[in-house]
């Protein structure tokens, strides 16, 4: 489909038209704490704005000191200097956008001392308890909620949005789960649980007059014990419309739900029943959101009647054109998401800046002002995974002319495995991405050629980049070339089929993801009706927060037995991606994965794997064994080039492979293919 006609009607809503139907969603980014913050927000959000998306929401500002996420998190109250959101509230309309400012209060997710809540319950995933909010401190949070609101206005902003998802203070007053231990006006029963919401929206508008935006998030579906029912959903929502909401974004689940809900193992539109639920409630209009990364989808969404909008945080950070180039007809130009949340909510959630692993120029907008080349080069890449494609890509849109060549038959390199794991084959999107802008840039690919130093000698070259990769690093272990090893790389192209019993030899990412591989369901992770019934979801909302029943369903355990093995001691997984290897560690247990960490691998025979564990001798008896112990970086090219006095550079996992990353490498090419 090339053409998108309600993705792309301009929409009134309360006091605002919007140009088309795609609001970039509130992102925790942490840009505010970087180097010229203001600058970077602005050109941040104005980039959006340029590349068209209709609405920008920020990140969530508190409306109070208790209210922080963390210690030093922004608080948007009668202390803040408007002078700086005026310069990025007029950088977004100078470029045709409209902004408007996320109030977020974190109730009991607050990591500080002031933490406070409904209740006086410490939740799941902070170990710090509330102190419960008397009724006259509920009355202050709604005044302070107010006048952040009217703060805001006077700041430039176009409206405000009303963090009432995700598990925050508001959504801990309106679900039973939070909110069982109180009986005043705002706690008792349900319609007692709803007046805080109400109450905000009334005071915000009653501060703020009939012209300025009213955004409440609401949460579509809660995923947690005791949460909202959907009727409960759907009859709060009517609430917040009569209140003074003008339009109902939807979230989905709170921060301590079992359940994923924006990973890329989430089928894309899974929640579309949830935010449908919200839609037949209200007249105003309602924004899906959460894995929706495609001009296609959100087209099929709306046209569904699903939603009248469209919310995309990761999709905007991948490409902030997203929506320019949809309507020039120019998707297939689009640079997707891959909902690997590695360079943005794992950032994030280990306190650094979010950026994107497709797009490193994301929070980075004012580094990579683009400047043409004083002399347009030619340019030999070797090797064609993410770090020689991104080169490639970047180096010929700033007008290099570039060859690629590639020894395998196909685009990718490491990426390839990545594809073939269950969740991860939103990874062939980067691949379908970067091989699109190939053709159309004109760059010369030469797939199936090994690029010796003759060639490259021969080829008239200003410039050689070596992306050659890397090679599975083979430990030292008695026994190693038994025919019953392989490695990762044998098995996750299918160059070799492990037995019924497997031992995994390195528990890092890759280990995890070859027993995933050998485990895991594909169709999970694809077919949203398969997703909901593995995660007890309820999709008729019946229940109380959308739970069929304990968050992981019991599925047949795979005729296969697999054990993952490490030296180090301590929990095998611990770096993994903090948003996604609790799921992968969640159903590798459900599989029945043996992890086995501490050990000293002693030799591998046809019994099977002998290793030390405490001192003490055992035998592991399998009939495989998978080496997942890391890479050596291939630079065989290298050194043969430098023997003959031949300068080259390398990038990606042939210069660094410890820790190999796309995310790096990606990054590392970008910033060459600006400076070369
Ligand atoms: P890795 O994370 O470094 O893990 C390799 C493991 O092999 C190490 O944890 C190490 O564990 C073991 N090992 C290393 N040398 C060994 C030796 N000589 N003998 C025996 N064991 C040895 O590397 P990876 O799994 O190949 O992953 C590479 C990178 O890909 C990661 O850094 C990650 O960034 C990325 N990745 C991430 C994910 C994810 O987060 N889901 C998935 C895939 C890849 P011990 O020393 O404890 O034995
Ligand atoms: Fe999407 Fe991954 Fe980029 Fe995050 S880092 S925006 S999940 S592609």
Redesign the pocket.
């Known amino acids: 489909m090339t053409s998108y006609p309600h993705l792309l009607e301009p929409l009134d809503a309360g006091p605002v038209r919007l140009r088309n139907r795609i609001v970039m969603g509130a992102m925790h980014t942490r840009l505010e704490t970087l180097d010229r913050p203001t600058e970077r927000v602005a050109e941040f959000y104005a980039a959006r704005a340029r590349g068209e998306a209709a609405l920008i929401l920020t990140n969530g500002y508190s409306p109070n000191v208790e209210g922080r996420i963390e210690e030093d998190s922004e608080v948007f109250d009668d202390s803040t200097d408007l002078g700086p959101h005026r310069v990025i509230t007029s950088a977004v309309h100078e470029a045709g956008g409209l902004i408007a400012l996320q109030i977020l209060h974190a109730g009991r997710y607050a990591k500080h001392a002031f933490a406070v809540g409904p209740g006086k319950d410490r939740a799941r995933i902070n170990p710090i308890a509330p102190r419960l909010l008397s009724t006259d401190d509920v009355w202050d949070t709604i005044a302070a909620f107010a006048r952040t609101a009217e703060l805001a206005q006077a700041a430039g902003y176009d409206g405000v949005e009303i963090m009432g998802s995700e598990g925050y203070l508001i959504n801990e007053f309106t679900a039973e789960l939070t909110n069982d231990q109180r009986d005043d006006e705002f706690g008792g029963d349900f319609a007692r649980r709803c007046r805080l919401p109400v109450e905000i929206l009334t005071a915000a508008r009653a501060r703020t007059g009939p012209g300025f935006l009213l955004i409440y998030r609401i949460s579509a579906v809660d995923l947690v014990d005791r949460g909202m029912t959907g009727g409960q959903v759907a009859d709060l929502a009517r609430q917040v419309e009569a209140a003074g909401a003008d339009i109902i974004n939807t979230g989905i689940g709170w921060h301590e739900s079992a359940i994923p809900t924006i990973a890329a193992s989430v089928p894309r539109g899974a929640w579309a029943f949830a935010t449908q639920n919200v839609k037949a409630a209200v007249a105003v209009p309602v924004i899906a959101s959460n894995r929706i990364n495609t001009p296609e989808l959100a087209e099929e969404l709306l046209a569904g009647g699903v939603a009248d909008l469209v919310s995309m945080a990761r999709p905007l950070l991948a490409d902030p054109d997203f929506a320019v180039k949809a309507r020039t007809g120019r998707s297939e130009q689009i640079n997707r998401c891959i909902g690997c949340n ?1 360079a943005c909510l794992d950032l994030i959630f280990t306190n650094r800046t979010a950026s994107c692993m497709v797009n490193p120029r994301a929070g980075h907008e004012i580094e990579f002002t683009r400047r043409d080349p004083a002399t347009r080069k030619r340019i030999a890449v070797v090797g064609a995974g993410p770090a020689g494609l991104a080169f490639a890509v970047n180096a010929a849109e700033l007008g290099h002319q570039v060859v690629l060549f590639e020894r395998s038959d196909r685009l990718g390199g490491q990426v390839n495995m ?1 594809a073939v794991v269950p969740g991860k084959a939103e990874f062939r999107e980067m691949l379908g991405y970067f091989g699109r802008r190939l053709d159309g840039l004109g760059v010369e690919v030469r797939l199936g050629t090994t690029a010796g130093a003759d060639t490259l000698a021969a080829g008239g070259f200003d410039e050689i980049v070596l992306a050659t990769g890397v090679t599975p ?1 083979i ?3 008695d026994g190693v070339g038994h025919p019953m090893v392989m490695t990762y790389s044998d098995v996750l192209t299918g160059a070799r089929v492990p037995g019924r019993r497997v031992a995994i ?9 070859v027993a995933e591989f050998l485990l895991g369901d594909a169709a999970e992770s694809l077919d949203p009706d398969a997703f909901l019934q593995a995660w007890n979801v309820d999709p008729a909302l019946v229940t109380a927060g959308g739970l069929a029943g304990p968050p992981r369903a019991e599925v047949p355990r795979p005729d296969r037995e697999v054990t993952l093995l ?3 001691a301590g929990r095998p997984g611990a ?3 903090k948003s ?2 609790w799921i ?1 560690k969640a159903r590798l247990r459900q599989a029945g994965v043996r992890m086995i960490p501490g050990v000293s ?1 002693t030799r591998i025979t046809g019994a099977g794997l002998h290793y030390e564990l405490d001192g003490q001798p055992a035998l592991l008896e399998v009939d495989s064994v998978v080496l ?4 050596e970086s291939e630079r065989t090219l290298y050194d043969e080039l430098a023997g003959r006095g031949i300068a080259a550079r390398l990038i990606g996992g042939a210069d660094v492979a ?4 796309a995310v790096r490498a990606i990054d590392q090419a970008t910033r060459l293919a600006v400076m070369i």
């Open positions: 590695q990545a690093r430990p030292v272990i030899i390195g528990a890092g990412g890759i280990g995890f993801d490490q030296r180090t770096r993994l991606g996604t290897g992968l691998y997942c112990t890391g890479q410890a820790e190999l990353d």
